[in-house]
């Protein structure tokens, strides 16, 4: 089967698409939300209930775990039942584990409610990226899955408002049952949103794909792109795939281990580390507790102002150069920052790290923070997308999960330069690791797979030989 070139035309928004998209990148909020108000939360847990360095890197993580457990499930659920419906769960489940969280008589329930919390953004996380991928035209699909992305930034930055707020009265009860709302909102609009058109035709449902299809593209003739997307499935189907052993066959498993290894370089290199425990890292360098919360305020800021600019670049740069650009600056930022930490503190040091951690944060927000969930979302082949995504999206809260767990002990017995060292060590590896991975910007999704299945020139080979056509 040869994909053929898709009429301009196919690239067509409409306001349906957006609304469906904007609801689904809710779940970019609520997981945002939980990463920026964790940090913070938990140090005002640990204070209330006296936990050490383990246990509040635990109550932290809570939400990680579940988020590995629910990743896992995401997808086979995505495949049976749907994205939409299981987009619904998600919602229903984060909102849950929220009120639980808030409500905590003691540890054991508060690590519950998080856990729970962490099913809820395990699930969206893995459908979210899909979904927007199979609705969005090739031309801007990489700005619009990078959308999911610029509304996790912008949850980061309200939980850390959050936490600046209530630093005084310590509330963490409130900063954790504040979550629910998002997580309300986006199970009440998944009702307005339409399923997938791409798992409708795996499902065998072309006439309800067919209409789906006509809605979000806006006109009559999309007959081009639903044979497109027939084709597929049918040779897919032909060799009895979609099972979870698939995805380490023949063709695909170079699909799947691009999209896993750039999971795991996304969240390796340390930016949960910064995210969580920002506000420890500037008080060891001399800032006051209120000072240091201000100032994760103001990263956050950073994050969702240069989220935005990746936003506007990956469809014109393209993946592969923004993710070497991305890796080189958060070595040298790390490292940077390792070094300064090394030496005793003085008066200018809280500044400079200040501005160490700034950088990270900004080529991290336009390169992997973003970049990588693009990745994600058009790398696997239609037939184990799901699957392949959850565990792509396992490997990212695993990955989560230890960091997590970890850090606080690591910073506590090992030191900060040294545990710095240790991620500048993982985005080096990372830079080796850019310069062998594939493009992927301006193809369908069909394209992208036919170039794997057939063993033909990669895309980014391609747009040499058209530009010189």
Not at 201 to 211: E, H, K, M, S, W
Not at 288 to 295: I, P, T, Y
Not at 391 to 405: C, M, Q, R
């Amino acid at each position: 089967m040869a994909i053929r070139p898709v009429p301009a035309q196919r690239d067509r928004m409409t306001g349906y698409v957006y609304i469906a998209i904007a609801v689904s990148t809710l779940g970019g909020l609520i997981f945002g939300y939980d990463i920026g108000i964790s940090g913070g939360a938990g140090g005002f847990v640990a204070g209330d209930l006296h936990l050490g360095s383990f246990l509040e890197g635990a109550v932290v993580s809570g939400s990680t775990l579940g988020g590995a457990i629910g990743a896992l499930a995401g997808g086979p659920l995505a495949d049976r039942f749907g994205r939409r419906w299981t987009l619904l769960l998600s919602g229903v489940l984060f909102s849950l584990g929220a009120l639980v969280s808030a409500v905590a008589p003691d540890l054991a329930v508060l690590l519950v409610g998080r856990v729970v919390v962490g099913l809820g953004v395990g699930a969206a996380f893995v459908l979210m990226p899909v979904y927007i991928a199979e609705l969005a035209p090739s031309r801007i699909r990489g700005a619009l899955v990078a959308g999911f992305q610029l509304l996790t930034t912008l949850g980061i930055l309200v939980g850390y408002g959050i936490n600046a707020a209530l630093a005084d009265s310590q509330a963490w009860r409130w900063s954790l049952g504040l979550a629910a709302v998002p997580g309300i909102l986006l199970a009440l609009g998944v009702l307005l949103i339409p399923e997938s058109p791409r798992w409708l035709v795996v499902q065998g449902r072309g006439d309800a794909a067919l209409r789906v299809l006509r809605r979000i593209r806006g006109r009559d003739d999309v007959s081009r792109e639903i044979d497109e997307i027939e084709a597929v499935n049918r040779e897919d189907a032909s060799a009895h795939r979609g099972r979870w052993r698939d995805l380490l066959r023949g063709w695909v498993r170079p699909m799947v281990v691009v999209g896993i290894l750039v999971a795991f370089f996304a969240n390796g290199c340390g930016i949960n580390l910064i995210v969580y425990f920002a506000p420890q890292i500037l008080q060891s360098v001399g800032m006051g507790s209120s000072a240091s919360l201000l100032a994760t305020v103001g990263l956050g800021v950073v994050n969702v102002v240069f989220t935005a600019v990746g936003m506007a670049l990956v469809d014109r740069v393209g993946r592969r150069p923004m993710l070497l650009v991305g890796a080189i600056g958060m070595t040298v930022s790390l490292g940077a920052l390792a070094l300064l930490l090394a030496f005793p503190v003085n008066g200018s040091t809280a500044a400079l790290s200040l501005v160490c951690l700034a950088v990270y944060i900004v080529v991290y927000a336009v390169s992997p923070g973003l970049v990588a969930y693009v990745v994600i979302s058009e790398i696997f082949p239609l037939h184990v997308r799901a699957k392949a995504t959850a565990a792509a999206t396992f490997v990212i809260f695993a990955t989560n999960l230890v960091i997590g767990v970890f850090s606080l002990p690591l910073l506590d017995s090992i030191g900060a330069p040294a545990t710095l060292s240790i991620f500048g060590v993982v985005c080096l590896v990372f830079v080796v690791f850019c310069f062998r991975m594939p493009e992927t910007k301006g193809r369908t999704l069909e394209e992208l797979e036919e170039h794997f299945r057939t063993g033909s020139a990669r895309p980014a080979e391609d747009d040499r030989r058209r530009v010189v056509a």
